[in-house]
């Protein structure tokens, strides 16, 4: 009970020291020689400036750590130009007003870019003239670092303009919008073609065989079908304006061939690169499609692509089928393989065509 009482009696002690001490004046502390009326300190991330005003007893000096910021004391105010902030990250520092000993510090924001916009790439499906406006945010400037000389941008605060000119060239034409806004750079691509002018007539429908072997067939390319006139057969497919490229499904009926007296009914499937997995019996079921392009070696071409499950798609099969139905019972053997195949307009690139005929080791493969 003593040592509980002596206890008590010390925290009585240091509480009334405590509130003592309160009433008693702090030798050390002292009235700073500067007073901040007014600070205007917090920035947009474009170029800026602002002003701290003060009071001071004395000669008043200013200075920061940050190379981006500029700072002037001119009388009673103290002039801050902060640059640009390019990046997407805001930044601060502190402006410290120095006189003699004394210093007060006045903190500084600025902050960072701020871009969105709406659109990566641009597909006109029509030779004529046409303009395309799109939604944009930005809060620093967009700059324009290379285009066609077809393309014509223009922006305001919140959206992009992109105009095109008529396209006569006879091809579809494509190209690049390279743009920066502060520190970050991108480009858009831009492509326009009317189909029946530009993009339907006589291919080349090219792959390798199964022995990696080039082989090269005619196709007539329309907007709901490829012919194949070596084999008489037709794959049927879809035209999307939006993305400038066709497309055709697995398991679609596709024609007859006579082998040895044989009759096969043929149907397309897909499989990955190696032909180790396939869309087995799948109708519809995945898509194998192939944007248009052009560029000036090699003419016009689609190279076709897709996936099926988590496997990406390398090899168009036609299989054979003893029925007019793609089932197990009915596949009896795969009649082509072409890996890797795309299209390639014949009226384009005659250099290219040229070289692509001599290379072709197309001896009539369906086996």
Known sequence: MKKIINLFIVLLGILVFAACSD??????????????????LVFPARASNGVVEFRSQGTVSASSN??????????DTVKVDVEQNNNNEGRSTVVTLHNG??????????GGLVFQLSVSSVNNSSDLATSFTYA???????????????????????????????????????????????????????????????????YYLVS????GKLQAFNAVVSRD?????????????????TSIAISTKCGQYVGTFNIAGTIYYV??????????????????????????????NDGTYAE?????????????????????????????????EQHSPYLLKKTDSKAKIASLEKQNQLKFVLR
């Open 267 to 296: 149907y397309t499937v897909f499989a990955d690169a190696t032909v180790d997995y396939w869309t087995g019996y799948n109708i519809g079921g995945a898509a194998y499609t192939a944007a248009f392009d052009y560029d000036i």
């Open 66 to 75: 940050a190379t981006w910021c500029k700072i002037s004391v001119v009388g």
């Open 208 to 211: 390798e065989d199964g022995a």
């Open 101 to 110: 000993t004394d210093s007060v510090n006045v903190p500084l924001v600025q």
């Open 23 to 40: 009433n008693i004046d702090n030798p050390y502390a002292r009235e700073s020689t500067i007073s901040v009326v007014k600070s205007n």
């Open 304 to 336: 076709f692509s897709g996936t099926f499950g988590t496997n990406e798609i390398g090899t168009l099969l036609f299989a054979g089928c003893t029925s007019k139905q793609l089932n197990a019972n009915s596949l009896k053997k795969i009649l082509l």
């Open 136 to 202: 944009m945010s930005a809060n620093l400037d967009f700059n324009v670092l290379s285009a066609p000389d077809w393309i014509t941008v223009s922006n305001t605060e919140d959206s992009l303009k992109i105009s095109m000119t008529a396209n006569t060239t006879g091809h579809l034409r494509s190209g690049y919008i390279k743009y920066n806004v502060g520190s970050y750079k991108d480009s858009i691509k831009v492509a326009q073609c009317d189909f029946d002018t530009d993009l339907a007539g006589d």
């Open 225 to 241: 079908t490829i012919s194949l006139p070596d084999l008489d057969l037709k794959i049927p497919v879809a035209f999307d304006g």
